[in-house]
């Protein structure tokens, strides 16, 4: 293995146990170093001999190779935690990314969706299973759509939390749930009443089906994981909104997570309170959504404030 490979693997590996990265986030930073290196190589050079103009360099070539503002900044990130982590293990006596300055990026807004819409969903998800006439597989996937809906909506879990939920997730309508999130932190995420109706509905259509037995996993399926797929419930999420009128493109398992903070925020929801439901480590991920509160604000000073609606 070359030796700039070699460095890589050992950034990953601390990655994972010291700071208890998920699989995908390892497999992303690969992606990111990999490429990197490779820029790198081809200039005859490495992680120990590259210097700020290099990195800036490389920058430059992500622009020429069409990466988005986005794309570029998430690159960067991957590569200066990788040369600080080099620095502090010693490995060299510099860190040239400490001064590089991340390429301009517009606010951009999280794609959500109007409360109206979430229920279109919920309704027609819903619809047929408690029609004997349909097939049993048919109504226990309607079953399983609709409990993804509402525990999604209730709780704002990332996909990759929802699909793994275990068996044994709000038994005897339990109102709380207990997620293990990213880098294995633990938090406690209420269920809405509509949620936990749901979980029953699902749970007897299993034994109905069947299939109450078949694994570890609330959502059982015939895949690698033994559970449902990330990507199977994004391509049924995408057939119930053309079922209920609403454009693909507006819709995905991360959108209703982003109505989830969305809706509570407009609301009324204190911001540290949603961070804590989201699962977010630093305060500061969850400020996308200050957009929500700025809004409201503006509207409590208009409509509350003694001269709120004069005219200037």
């Known amino acids: 293995m070359a030796p700039a490979a070699r460095l890589a693997n050992l950034f990953l590996d601390m990655l994972a146990s010291e700071r208890g990265a998920a699989q995908n986030t390892l497999q992303a930073y690969r992606r990111d170093l990999d490429d990197y290196i490779a820029f790198l190589a081809a200039r005859k050079s490495g992680p120990l001999q590259a210097d700020t103009d290099a990195i800036r360099s490389y920058l430059a070539d992500l622009e020429t ?66 029609d004997t006439r349909r097939p049993a597989g048919e109504r226990l996937r309607a079953a399983r759509m609709h409990c993804l809906l509402e525990i999604l909506y209730a709780t704002g879990l990332r996909v990759s939390e929802l699909v793994s939920l275990p068996l044994g997730a709000a038994t005897s309508g339990e109102q709380m749930l207990v997620i293990k999130g990213k880098g294995g932190r633990e938090r406690l995420v209420p269920l ?63 959108i209703l997570r982003h109505a989830f903070a969305s809706h509570l925020l407009q609301n009324g929801a204190d911001l540290r309170v949603v961070q804590e439901l989201l699962g977010h ?22 409509d509350l404030h003694p001269l709120g609606d004069e005219q200037v």
Request: charged share 25%; net charge positive.
């Open 65 to 130: 190779r069409g990466f988005k503002a986005t794309s570029a900044a998430r690159r960067l990130s991957s590569i200066r935690q990788f040369h600080k982590f080099l620095y502090v293990e010693n490995r060299r006596g510099d860190d040239p990314a400490l001064v590089i300055e991340g390429p301009k990026q517009g606010r951009r807004l999280p794609k959500t969706l109007e409360v109206k819409d979430v229920l279109k969903l919920l309704a027609v998800s819903a619809e047929g299973i408690d």
């Open 192 to 254: 809405s009443p509509p949620a936990i109706a749901a979980i029953a509905r699902f749970r007897n259509a299993l034994t109905d089906f069947g299939a109450a037995s078949a694994g570890p996993w609330l959502f059982p399926a015939d895949s690698q994981s033994g559970h449902l797929t990330r990507q199977a419930f994004a391509r049924d999420l995408k057939f119930v909104a053309a079922m209920a009128g609403i454009e693909s493109r507006l819709i995905s398992p991360h």
């Open 281 to 302: 480590a630093d305060v500061a991920t969850t400020q996308i959504y200050t957009h929500v509160l700025d809004e409201r604000v503006r509207a409590m000073v208009r």
